[in-house]
């Protein structure tokens, strides 16, 4: 029951003539985790946010190439739908500081301009949350600004707010790399019941973060995707004297 | 050796005293004009003062109701003019940093800033009262606009640059066209900073005169037609103050006293509401 | 394309590449009705776009058409007079003379001279709040009383001068024996004065504070007083940011028009002495605008503003660019 979600070919990017990420060919299966790992500057954020176009947003960056949701190339299609149906969650949790938690949730609908029926709204919110474990903490404060949660719960409250759009894969750029350990534990296990639901790709610093939460793990280094496989098969028994080098130790 | 010391201390210390007295020294002018306009002013205030219009010289008593309405047409109009257009020209400068029209558009916004009120009348006479053949509110509230202008797009683009990219990303992660992450999000969490631009450059273009003199040129009676000339309190305050008789000089306190505490209360209300609004990031 | 997802949860699978299709079951319609919109917001977006483009282009227009106003309009007196507009001693419409030798010498007296008086008083106050009071209620109103001073209209500041200040200055006058009118250079230079000490101030507060403090710490470790290191660190470090609020005082001081034009005596002759009546070049033009009865007379009092234009907008630029040199 495995099929192709987002599929790159031949992908490029560039920062002016900087180029930063370097013909990656890669296959993701529908629900899986998959984890990006490798050392700064490697390419792999730049990789990850070329899924839903946010790369283009800097100023000077362009992108070759064929990225494929569901066969159909994202680079052809305007970036608003892209986005719609592939949720990214950022290294700093960012939510609106101008809206309350509630509003935060539905931010995607309400700042879109989509209007909603209350008991629609709520249902979202709710669900939502409660998806991301949050709900508990701050059913009893939706109104306050989402700025005075602690900064896991913010980090859980942008996942929430991506997870509102019902989008189709989840981006994650190093989603706990600003997070005190127990905020990582609790954002890891949510890894695993959003799996069930999204595709979920997580760029991460922290080889151990990899090897926990994710199925299949790819390796990028110098821009280039080294090796791509199963998780355990990568940390057991890679292919790569560069992966080997890199899971070791011997760079980073 | 402990002399040379003592005496560089005490050097320290004499230019330490120099600063403070200047410091508060600065201030006794301006108390003293405030004082002073509001002595002279508040005691001409009263219900008729408000509400009728100047009586001809001779007669005593008569109010200033043409130029409190005036103003408020005259500066009503120009900031409807200036605010929108300040507002999106300061976006497209804050989003669009490096291009050569930003450039280009910032270096006239610093021109703009730096020309002589008097000169901007001038122009708008060129531009509105010439072709209408007629002086009119309505160029004195173009004149007035281009003087706004600069303060709100300053002030804008300051604002914005100031918000971090991680909240522009944020929402073009959810699927936001650029016009709605400009105006649903950046703008909201700018608010204070914008509104307060526009604040302080209503509470300016509402005293002056210059760019007026040959534009909305005053107006004895009472209208509200902005194709006409048109009274303002400042047009008011010049020329009853140089007139040399004693009822309109009596006139022209109250009026300062009025536009006195409507800048104060404006200069006031935005530091508060920069308090109240600001978005903590 | 079948998945295990279950199906309340799923995100309904649309086509959105050129005509965007989808199966109507109830639980796509919210994405639907997304997708739909979006496409209208995609226009709206463009049309965004387009607006604030045009609105910046519109700032280059609009300057642009007030330099081509002001050179068009002046141009029969350009042509009329030339260069010696600016050496001309006589300024006299009757005759159709116009030489604004007066009123450039009365724009340059009282704006230097205000200038002396409102410099010692401006980096006093930057020094005030910038090295030694930063923090505090006394700083804080200081520094809001400062900045209202340049919110009092000038209209005001001109009212106030007439009627206060100008009577003062006429005894000052008389006991220094000068010819005591009262009205004068010298009494528009004090009201200029005041009006100008804000903005070389709030500049040089803000120049003042963004001197590293190790600079500081360091002059003070060799055992520098505070006055030592205000001159041989704060000072070198803040000079080009100093200069620069003075050229701003000195731009608003040469445009400034109201307050001048009703404590200056409004006369054509030339100033024998800094108490003399005079007229600026923008006092000039304040007064005699809509008087001017024959194009000429216009043109050259249009002239005049391009001068005053050109002049001002030169010392602001030279500011600016000292800001930003400095900022950087």
């Known amino acids: 029951m495995e099929s192709t979600i987002v599929k790159s070919v031949n992908y490029n990017a560039y920062f002016g003539d900087n180029h930063v990420v370097k013909d990656v060919n890669i296959e993701i299966p529908r629900n899986t985790t998959i984890a990006v790992m490798g050392p700064s500057g490697c390419g792999k954020t730049t990789f990850l946010r070329g899924i839903n176009r946010m790369h283009e947003l800097i100023p000077g960056a362009t992108a070759k190439g064929q990225i494929l949701l569901n066969g159909e190339d994202v680079m052809e299609m305007h970036p608003i739908f892209v986005r719609l149906k592939i949720g990214m969650v950022f290294q700093r949790p960012n939510p609106f500081p101008n809206l309350s938690i509630y509003d935060n949730v539905i931010a995607g609908y309400k700042l879109n301009g989509i209007k909603l029926p209350k008991a629609e709204r709520d249902n979202i919110v709710q669900h939502s949350l409660t998806r991301v474990a949050l709900w508990n903490e701050v059913k009893d404060s939706l109104t306050k600004k989402g700025s005075f949660l602690s900064g896991g719960q913010q980090q859980r409250l942008c996942i929430a707010r991506a997870v509102a759009m019902e989008p189709e894969v989840l981006l994650f750029d190093e989603p706990t790399s600003a997070l005190d350990p127990i905020s990582t534990s609790t954002v890891e296990e949510l890894f695993h019941e959003l799996k069930k639901n999204y595709t979920l790709i997580i760029v991460t610093h922290n080889m151990q973060q990899a090897a926990r939460v994710s199925d299949r793990t790819a390796f990028f280094y110098m821009g280039e995707l080294v090796e791509f496989d199963d998780t355990k098969t990568m940390f057991t028994n890679p292919k790569d004297i560069r992966t080997q080098n890199y899971i070791t130790g011997r760079f980073s | 050796m402990s002399v040379a010391i003592k005496y560089r201390i005490g050097k320290s210390t004499a230019f330490k005293t120099l600063v403070i007295v200047l410091s508060l020294a600065c201030v006794v002018p301006l108390l003293f004009i405030l004082v002073y306009i509001l002595q002279a002013g508040i005691t001409k205030i009263n219900w008729n003062f408000l509400t009728n219009l100047p009586k001809p010289v001779g007669e005593s008593g008569g109010g200033i109701a043409n130029a409190l309405v005036g103003t408020m047409i005259i500066v009503g109009t120009a900031s409807i003019i200036a605010i929108p257009f300040g507002i999106l020209c300061g976006i497209y400068l804050s989003e669009n940093k490096n291009s050569k029209l930003a450039y280009w558009s910032r270096l006239c916004i610093d021109i703009l800033q730096g020309i002589p009120s008097i000169v901007i009348g001038i122009v708008a006479y060129f531009w509105l009262v010439k072709p209408l053949n007629s002086f009119s509110s309505l160029s004195g509230s173009m004149a007035l606009a281009i003087m706004m202008l600069p303060i709100v797009v300053r002030s804008t683009e300051e604002t914005l640059l100031l918000l971090p990219d991680s909240l522009r990303e944020a929402a073009y992660a959810l699927g936001m066209p650029f016009h709605r992450v400009i105006l649903k999000v950046i703008v909201p969490c700018g608010i204070s900073g914008i509104m307060s631009g526009v604040m302080l450059s209503v509470a300016r273009i509402t005293g002056e005169t210059a760019p007026l003199l040959f534009t909305a040129f005053g107006n004895p009676y009472l209208t509200t037609d902005i194709t006409k000339p048109m009274q303002s309190l400042p047009l008011l305050i010049f020329n009853y103050a140089t007139s040399p008789y004693n009822d309109w000089h009596d006139l022209a306190w109250g009026a300062s006293c009025i536009l006195l505490i409507w800048v104060l209360l404006l200069n006031i209300f935005t530091k508060l509401i920069t308090r109240k609004w600001k978005v903590q990031l | 394309m079948e998945t295990s997802v279950d199906k309340e949860l799923s995100p309904a699978r649309v086509k959105t590449g050129a005509g965007f299709s989808s199966k109507k079951t109830p639980d796509t319609v919210s994405t639907n009705k997304r997708l739909k919109r979006s496409h209208r917001q995609i226009r709206a977006e463009n049309i965004f776009r387009r607006t604030i483009m045009i609105v910046a282009v519109a700032t280059v227009v609009l300057v642009v058409g007030i330099m081509i106003t002001l050179a068009w309009q002046s141009r029969l007196s350009i042509q009329s007079a030339g260069l010696g507009f600016l050496w ?222 050109v002049v001002t907008v030169v010392i602001n630029m030279i500011g600016k660019r000292l800001i930003k040199g400095v900022s950087k």
């Open chain 3, 88 to 309: 001309g001693k006589v300024w006299d419409p009757v005759r159709d003379i116009f030489g604004v030798y007066p009123f450039l010498l009365g724009t340059l007296l009282t704006s230097f001279l205000a200038l002396i008086i409102s410099v010692p008083f401006s980096f006093a106050v930057a020094l005030f709040l910038g090295e030694y009071f930063p923090k505090g209620w006394m700083p804080d109103l200081l520094k809001n009383l400062v900045e209202l001073i340049a919110a009092v209209p000038s209209v005001i500041y001109g009212f106030w001068g007439l009627a206060v200040l100008v009577p003062i200055v006429r005894s000052f006058e008389t006991a220094i024996g000068v010819n005591a009118v009262g009205l004068g250079i010298f009494s528009s230079s004090l009201i200029l004065a005041i009006m100008i000490i804000p903005y070389a101030a709030s500049l040089g507060r803000s120049m003042i504070q963004m001197v590293p403090a190790n600079l500081k710490e360091a002059a003070y470790s060799l055992g520098a007083t505070r006055w030592e290191v205000i001159r041989m660190v704060i000072l070198p470090y803040t000079k080009s940011g100093l200069f620069a609020g003075v050229m701003l005082s000195l731009g608003r001081a040469l445009g400034e028009t109201m307050a001048v034009t009703m404590v200056i005596g409004n006369t054509s002759l030339i100033p024998k002495n800094i108490f003399s009546p005079g007229n600026t070049m923008a006092s000039v033009i304040a007064n005699e605008f809509t008087e001017a009865d024959h194009p000429v007379y216009l043109s050259a009092l249009i002239e005049l503003g391009l001068v005053l234009f």
